[in-house]
Structures are given as C-alpha cells and as structure tokens.
C-alpha cells in the first residue's frame, strides 16, 4: 500500500514559481496531482505514467505546469510556473496501481493529505 506525502506547499504571488514533490510515488503506479479550491470539488490537474513518459494536463495549467517523477527517488514532482489566483488550493498526489494514465478521482488508489498552495494576487 502506498503512503504518500506532499511536500512544498505555500504562499507566493501571482506570476511566481513553487515546486511540490510527493514522497513515495511507488515506481509502479501512475502518477497523479489534483487540486481543491475552497468549497469546490477536488480537480485534476496532471498525470504521469509509471515510467515518466506520457504525461497530460488540465487545460488551464498546460504550458504553466509539468509533472515530473524520479523512480530511483520514489517522489513526484508538480513544478508551477506564472501562478496565478485562480491556482490556490489544497494540492493532492495520488497513486494508480495500473501504470497508465487517469484523469478521474474514482481511478486513483492511493492518496495523500494534500498540501496548500496560495497564490496572493
């Protein structure tokens, strides 16, 4: 069973970067990040397969974003770029016990407590 952890979180201005990692990513599983902004429904945001070759993205973060992983590591990696506040929320990482790629909560097996991420306009 997969025990995931977030790490990086925090509080930046609009335009600017932060990077989240997510411990024990498993080298099995696909990889996910969701988001939940306050009184929303928890989103996906990007995901990875299990060998970090095909990645995809919701549409408003594609070209912001990349979803990343190190095996060797057993983390994931979510790098923001040109935040803005529309982007604030609790950051989720989820593990799939298939390898392929999700974009559907229900896909996901594993998950961990989330991580806050602001971003001040």
């Known amino acids: 069973q997969a025990q995931l952890v977030e790490f990086g979180g925090g509080l930046v201005q609009a335009g600017g970067s932060l990077r989240l990692s997510c411990a024990g990513s498993?080298?099995?599983?696909?990889m996910g990040w969701f988001r939940q902004a306050p009184g929303k429904e928890r989103k996906f945001v990007a995901t990875?397969?299990?060998?970090?070759?095909?990645?995809y993205y919701e549409d408003s973060v594609k070209g912001r974003f990349t979803i990343s992983r190190d095996n060797a590591k057993n983390t994931l990696y979510l790098q923001m770029n040109s935040l803005k506040p529309d982007d604030t929320g609790v950051y989720y990482c989820?593990?799939?016990?298939?390898?392929?790629?999700?974009?559907?909560?229900?896909?996901?097996?594993?998950w961990g407590q989330g991580t806050q991420v602001t971003v001040s306009s």
């Open positions: 990875i397969d299990r060998l970090g070759i095909a990645t």
């Open positions: 498993g080298r099995t599983y696909a």
């Open positions: 989820a593990a799939r016990l298939s390898g392929t790629l999700a974009t559907m909560r229900v896909d996901y097996d594993y």
